[in-house]
């Protein structure tokens, strides 16, 4: 995947898929929902800062927080964690 314009169509998917209108996510749990390779992972990380950085971008979801984790398995490391969040429709009277 070289396309950043196919990340918001694969967030979409996956938060659909979860029935969450909000929920905690990482890169690797949409990596392996789409068995995506590693080196997606700078990508779908990028998008999801720059719709935290900027909840004025268009697309259903925003970030509402970053956290990060430390994770003990497989190995130690600190993992990032996005908070994603439906935005609210906007109505027309």
């Known amino acids: 995947m070289d396309h950043t314009h196919e990340i ?3 967030l979409d998917a996956f938060m659909a ?6 929920r905690w996510i990482t890169v690797y749990e949409l990596r392996m929902y789409f068995h995506l390779d590693e080196s997606c992972a700078t990508v779908i990380s990028g ?13 259903l979801y925003s ?9 003990k398995i497989p190995q130690r490391r600190i ?6 969040k439906r935005r609210p429709s906007s109505r027309r009277w």
């Open 63 to 71: 970030v509402e927080k970053i956290e990060r984790i430390p994770v």
């Open 8 to 10: 918001p169509e694969l």
């Open 79 to 84: 993992s990032t964690r996005y908070l994603v």
């Open 47 to 59: 998008y999801l800062r720059r719709i935290y950085r900027n909840p004025s971008r268009t697309g």
């Open 17 to 22: 898929a979860s029935g969450d209108s909000e």
